[in-house]
């Protein structure tokens, strides 16, 4: 269940959220789809209480995010990397392939998600790893593992001929992005809108490739943020040089040097900073360091 306060209390943004969110959801799951993606979460109804409070009903494909597996595995790494160092080689080779593997399903469930609206003109706009939803934290059972993208209230319909700029739209804000980024016809905006998402998904990608691969404490979201927009300026070949430098982030290194560099090379490809230049979503999931080959 999803709750967004009355107007009382979140005032009439709240119920455009629950509203656009729904509405999201709708057109997803529309019967004139051959089938709803797997990869999307369900929504089953919603209703509106008498005090104003609108609930969603959404099947309950797993309780867990990917932020929460990302918390888990790095207090992991804490236990057995820290000062009692309590890994032995082997245990660590093994743990560290399945977690790659885990990390790896992850993401292309992710992906299938974001290409999936994106094929169906629905951008997310929220994506982060508190939207992915997981059915299991266990890295064993990876093959099982099905995320889920969730948290639609600030999708955007791309449907529509012309977007338009309307102070009300959740909109508003990204295609005022897209024309200061040089978007300003229809399609324009539209693939600017898309890019957009993909380089969220960039983002949650560097997120997974680093937090659970480093001991609590080590990296967070912000942080890598930092290093990534404002330190290195989106310059993933300096950003490699200094993790090399510090033994806290090694493992995340050596898995991004999978498959000789491709994680780095596909995290270049959508964090690239012009949007013109960055994959679809579907270029992401037939990318050589998605299909895991190399594990």
């Known amino acids: 269940m999803k709750v967004y306060p009355g107007q009382q209390v979140g005032g009439v943004e709240a119920d455009m959220m629950a509203a656009n969110e729904l509405n999201a959801h709708a057109s997803l799951q529309s019967s004139s789809k051959a089938a709803a993606c797997q990869n999307i979460q369900i929504l089953l109804g919603g209703f509106e209480t008498k005090t104003g409070e609108q609930w969603l009903a959404f099947r309950n494909d797993g309780k867990y995010s990917a932020a929460d597996y990302a ?9 057995y990397l820290g000062e009692q160092k309590l890994w032995n080689p082997f245990e660590k080779d093994v743990t560290i392939k399945r977690r790659s593997k885990f990390v790896l399903k992850l993401l292309q469930g992710a992906m299938r ?44 319909d791309i449907r529509h001929s012309q977007p338009e700029e309307n102070s009300r739209s959740p909109s508003d804000e990204l295609w005022r992005r897209a024309s200061a980024a040089g978007a300003f016809t229809p399609m324009e905006k539209r693939a600017f809108g898309i890019a957009d998402d993909i380089y969220e998904a960039g983002l949650l990608f560097a997120y997974l490739a680093f937090i659970p691969f480093c001991e609590a404490g080590v990296m967070d979201s912000l942080s890598l943020r930092r290093l990534l927009e404002n330190t290195f300026q989106l310059d993933l070949d300096a950003m490699r040089e200094y993790c090399l430098a510090d033994d806290r982030l090694l493992e995340a290194v050596k898995f991004l040097d999978l498959g000789a560099g491709a994680g780095w090379e596909l995290l270049q490809a959508m964090l690239n900073r012009d949007f013109r230049k960055r994959p679809i979503a579907d270029a992401v999931l037939s990318h050589r360091f998605m299909a895991g080959d190399f594990l």
Not at 71 to 79: A, I, Q
């Open 71 to 79: 918390k888990v595995s790095s207090e992991k790494m804490s236990k």
């Open 113 to 156: 998600g974001l290409a999936y609206m994106h094929d169906h003109d629905r951008l997310h706009q929220s994506l982060g790893a508190a939207s992915v939803v997981l059915n299991t934290m266990v890295e064993k059972d990876s093959a099982y593992l099905v995320p889920r993208l969730r948290d639609l209230a600030f999708s955007v």
